[in-house]
C-alpha cells in the first residue's frame, strides 16, 4: 500500500506536516490556557486536575489529546456558557467589518493549495463523507474549534480574535473566478448565528483528481475590509484541517 503523502503550499511557499504541527500543538496550549482562565475546569490524561502553572509543561506529544478530551467532557453547553462573552466581541467585530465592506468577497482570499498522494479517489470521498458526520473528529481538526457539526460550526477564524458563532448554507455563487481543470467543487458560505443574514465568509474549495490522489484549492472569502492578519491566519488554519482529514489514512 502506498504511503500517504501531504503537500501544503501557501503563497508559494510550502509548509510541512512537521511545521503545521507545531503550529496545531501552540494552538492546542494557548486553548487550555483560555479555558482555564474562562473558568473550566482541565484534566490531564491520569485524570489529575491541570492548574494553569501545569499547561506550558504538558508533553506535546498528550496535549493535542487532552484539549480533545476535555472539549468533550465539558460539553457544548458549557463551552458556549464559557464563551458567550467571546461571541459577543466576535460578533460584534464581524457586524462592523461587514458594514465597512463594499460586498465583493474576491479582495480578501485565504488560499491553501494541498495536494495529496497515495490515496484511491474513493477513498478520499468515504474520508470527506465520515469527516463531515462525526464531532469528535470535526473537533479534532484544529484547536480553535469550539463547536462544529454539518450545518454549523464555533471557531476562531484565521486564528484571530474571538471565537465566532456560524451557520452554514450551500448553493451559494463563486466568489471568484473558477478554476477549470478542478472541476469538483464546494461553494457555500457562513454566517452569523446571531444575525442569520450577515454573511461573513465565503468558502470555495476546487478539486481535481490527479494520479494517485487529488489536487485541491480550497479558499476563503472575506468581506473587503477584513483584517488581512485574519485572512493570512486563515490560509494556515485550512491546511491544518484538511491535512488533518488525510491524516486519518497516514
Partial sequence: MKKTKIKVIIDGKEYTQQSLEKIYIDRCYDTLHELKKLGA????????????????ILSPENVRS??????????????????????????????????????????????????????????????????????????AMHPDHIDATMTSVTEIMGMYGKPTQMIGKLKEPAPAPTDKEHNLRLIGASFLTSSPSKKNAVAMHQVKKIKGGIDMLAGAYFPSATPQELVDGHSIHMALEISNIFKNVM
Fill in 66 to 139: 487532552i484539549l480533545l478530551s476535555n472539549k468533550l467532557r465539558i460539553g457544548k453547553d458549557e463551552l458556549n456558557r464559557l464563551y458567550d462573552e467571546q461571541y459577543r466581541q466576535a460578533d460584534k467585530m464581524w457586524t462592523e467589518i461587514i458594514a465597512k465592506s463594499d460586498g465583493d468577497y474576491s479582495k480578501k482570499a485565504a488560499r491553501a493549495h494541498i495536494i495529496v498522494t497515495g490515496l484511491t479517489f474513493s477513498k478520499y470521498l468515504k474520508i470527506i463523507a465520515s469527516a463531515i458526520k462525526v464531532r469528535k473528529f470535526l473537533l
Fill in 41 to 56: 475546569k482541565l484534566f490531564d490524561i491520569q485524570g489529575k486536575e491541570i492548574a494553569a502553572s501545569e499547561i506550558d
